[in-house]
C-alpha cells in the first residue's frame, strides 16, 4: 500500500474512533440532564478505561465543573481537576499543530485550561485564573478557526467571554497593564450560547441552562429565564438542578402560587435526600410568602438538622432567613434579631445571596410581617 494511501486509512480510522467515543460522551451528558447519575459514573468509567485520548477526562472535568457551579465551596474535587488537565493537558499540548487533530487538541487544551482558571478563580487566585482563562479562549478559537462546525467549542469559549468581561474590578483595573489577563466581551458571549442551543451537537441544553442563568442578572430579561427554566424542567423533569433553580426563580418573582406548585410537582420524581431538604426549604419560603405560617412550620420543622451537611453552604442562609422570619412571626424577637446578625455576619465571608442581606438587614429594624 502506498505510504500515502496508508496514512489517510490511519487516519480515517483515528477519526472514526474518536468520533465513536464521542457519541459515547453524549450519552453521558444526556444521561446528566435526565438525572441519572447512575449511568453518568459507568459513562465516566467506560470512556477512562477505554478510550485511547482523553475525552474521559474532558468527560469528568464538565461534571465536576456542573457539581461546583451548584457548590463552589466543595474542596473534594480538588485533586481531580489537577489531575484531569495535566492527562489533557500532556496530550493535547504535543497535538496543536497536528494537521488531522489541530481541532480537537485546541478544543481539549481549551477546555482543560477553562476549568484551570475556573478552579483557581474560586481559590481566589485571579491572576493565575486570569492566564488561564486567556489560554483557554485562544485555544478556543483556534478550534473554531481548524473546524468551524465544532459549535460546541462556543460553549466554554462563551462563558469564558462573560467571565472575562466581568472579574473583580481591581482585576479589570490592572488588565492593560496585565497582559495575560483575558479583556472579555459579554455582547460576544451571549450570541455563542445561542448558537450551540441552536446547532450544537453534545451540549444544547446545557447552554441553555447556562443562557437562562445569565439571563437572571438582569431584571428585565428574567421572564426569558423562567421560559428556558420550563422548557429543561419538561424535557428533564428528573433534573434536581434544572427544578431547584425553576422554583428559586419563581420565589425570586413573588410568584409564591406557582413556586409551590412546582415543589409539589417535583416531589412526585422523589429526588433525593439533600434535594428533597432543598425543595422543602424552597416550599417553606412560598409559604411564608403566602402567609400560610401553619404550613411553613410545619415543613420547616420536618428538615432534619443533618440534611444541611450535604446541601450546598449557600442553602443555609435561605435556611436561617425562614429561621429568623418565622421567630417574628411568632413574636421571638431577641431569637429573630440574633438569626439575623448571624446572617449578615455569614455574609462578610461567605457568599450570600443579596435578596437574604436586604431582608436581613430590614429585618434588624422592623419585625418581618406578612406583605
Given at each position: 500500500m502506498p505510504k500515502t494511501l496508508f496514512l489517510l486509512s490511519l487516519l480515517f480510522y483515528v477519526n472514526l474512533a474518536i468520533a465513536s467515543w464521542q457519541e459515547v460522551a453524549k450519552e453521558g451528558t444526556q444521561a446528566h440532564l435526565n438525572g441519572d447519575y447512575d449511568q453518568v459514573k459507568l459513562i465516566e468509567q467506560r470512556l477512562l478505561d477505554d478510550a485511547d485520548f482523553p475525552?474521559?477526562?474532558?468527560?469528568?472535568?464538565?461534571?465536576?465543573?456542573?457539581?461546583?457551579?451548584?457548590?463552589?465551596?466543595?474542596t473534594q474535587y480538588d485533586d481531580a481537576i489537577l489531575s484531569h488537565t495535566s492527562e489533557v493537558l500532556n496530550w493535547c499540548e504535543p497535538r496543536l499543530n497536528s494537521?488531522?487533530?489541530?481541532?480537537?487538541?485546541?478544543?481539549?487544551?481549551?477546555?482543560?485550561?477553562?476549568?484551570?482558571?475556573?478552579?483557581?478563580?474560586l481559590k481566589g487566585n485571579y491572576i493565575r485564573a486570569g492566564q488561564y482563562g486567556d489560554q483557554a479562549i485562544k485555544r478556543l478559537e483556534a478550534a473554531l478557526v481548524a473546524d468551524p462546525k465544532l459549535t460546541d467549542a462556543k460553549l466554554h469559549l462563551g462563558i469564558a467571554y462573560f467571565v472575562a468581561d466581568n472579574l473583580p474590578p481591581f482585576i479589570k483595573m490592572f488588565s492593560r497593564l496585565l497582559w495575560f489577563i483575558p479583556t472579555g466581551n459579554s455582547k460576544k458571549s451571549l450570541p455563542y450560547l445561542l448558537d450551540v442551543m441552536s446547532d450544537g451537537d453534545e451540549f444544547p441544553d446545557v447552554a441553555r441552562y447556562i443562557y437562562s442563568t445569565l439571563m437572571l442578572l438582569d431584571d428585565s430579561t428574567r421572564p426569558v429565564a423562567v421560559k428556558e427554566l420550563q422548557y429543561l424542567v419538561d424535557r428533564y423533569p428528573r433534573n434536581p438542578r434544572f427544578q431547584l433553580r425553576l422554583i428559586s426563580v419563581l420565589l425570586m418573582q413573588q410568584d409564591y402560587t406557582t413556586a409551590l406548585a412546582q415543589a409539589q410537582s417535583y416531589l412526585?420524581?422523589?429526588?433525593?435526600?439533600?434535594?428533597?431538604s432543598l425543595t422543602l426549604i424552597w416550599m417553606v419560603r412560598a409559604y411564608i410568602g403566602l402567609g400560610n405560617v401553619q404550613d411553613a412550620e410545619r415543613l420547616f420543622d420536618s428538615i432534619k438538622s443533618s440534611a444541611y451537611e450535604s446541601l450546598p453552604s449557600w442553602s443555609l442562609s435561605w435556611h436561617l432567613l425562614s429561621l429568623a422570619q418565622l421567630e417574628d412571626l411568632r413574636g421571638q424577637r431577641d431569637l429573630a434579631i440574633t438569626t439575623y446578625s448571624e446572617i449578615l455576619s455569614m455574609a462578610e465571608s461567605d457568599y450570600v445571596n443579596d435578596i437574604i442581606v436586604e431582608a436581613a438587614r430590614t429585618g434588624l429594624v422592623t419585625p418581618y410581617r406578612f406583605n
Amino acid at each position: 500500500m502506498p505510504k500515502t494511501l496508508f496514512l489517510l486509512s490511519l487516519l480515517f480510522y483515528v477519526n472514526l474512533a474518536i468520533a465513536s467515543w464521542q457519541e459515547v460522551a453524549k450519552e453521558g451528558t444526556q444521561a446528566h440532564l435526565n438525572g441519572d447519575y447512575d449511568q453518568v459514573k459507568l459513562i465516566e468509567q467506560r470512556l477512562l478505561d477505554d478510550a485511547d485520548f482523553p475525552i474521559g477526562h474532558i468527560f469528568a472535568l464538565n461534571t465536576i465543573i456542573t457539581h461546583l457551579t451548584w457548590d463552589d465551596t466543595d474542596t473534594q474535587y480538588d485533586d481531580a481537576i489537577l489531575s484531569h488537565t495535566s492527562e489533557v493537558l500532556n496530550w493535547c499540548e504535543p497535538r496543536l499543530n497536528s494537521e488531522d487533530l489541530v481541532a480537537i487538541a485546541n478544543h481539549y487544551c481549551g477546555q482543560a485550561s477553562f476549568t484551570l482558571s475556573f478552579y483557581h478563580g474560586l481559590k481566589g487566585n485571579y491572576i493565575r485564573a486570569g492566564q488561564y482563562g486567556d489560554q483557554a479562549i485562544k485555544r478556543l478559537e483556534a478550534a473554531l478557526v481548524a473546524d468551524p462546525k465544532l459549535t460546541d467549542a462556543k460553549l466554554h469559549l462563551g462563558i469564558a467571554y462573560f467571565v472575562a468581561d466581568n472579574l473583580p474590578p481591581f482585576i479589570k483595573m490592572f488588565s492593560r497593564l496585565l497582559w495575560f489577563i483575558p479583556t472579555g466581551n459579554s455582547k460576544k458571549s451571549l450570541p455563542y450560547l445561542l448558537d450551540v442551543m441552536s446547532d450544537g451537537d453534545e451540549f444544547p441544553d446545557v447552554a441553555r441552562y447556562i443562557y437562562s442563568t445569565l439571563m437572571l442578572l438582569d431584571d428585565s430579561t428574567r421572564p426569558v429565564a423562567v421560559k428556558e427554566l420550563q422548557y429543561l424542567v419538561d424535557r428533564y423533569p428528573r433534573n434536581p438542578r434544572f427544578q431547584l433553580r425553576l422554583i428559586s426563580v419563581l420565589l425570586m418573582q413573588q410568584d409564591y402560587t406557582t413556586a409551590l406548585a412546582q415543589a409539589q410537582s417535583y416531589l412526585e420524581y422523589e429526588p433525593s435526600d439533600s434535594d428533597l431538604s432543598l425543595t422543602l426549604i424552597w416550599m417553606v419560603r412560598a409559604y411564608i410568602g403566602l402567609g400560610n405560617v401553619q404550613d411553613a412550620e410545619r415543613l420547616f420543622d420536618s428538615i432534619k438538622s443533618s440534611a444541611y451537611e450535604s446541601l450546598p453552604s449557600w442553602s443555609l442562609s435561605w435556611h436561617l432567613l425562614s429561621l429568623a422570619q418565622l421567630e417574628d412571626l411568632r413574636g421571638q424577637r431577641d431569637l429573630a434579631i440574633t438569626t439575623y446578625s448571624e446572617i449578615l455576619s455569614m455574609a462578610e465571608s461567605d457568599y450570600v445571596n443579596d435578596i437574604i442581606v436586604e431582608a436581613a438587614r430590614t429585618g434588624l429594624v422592623t419585625p418581618y410581617r406578612f406583605n
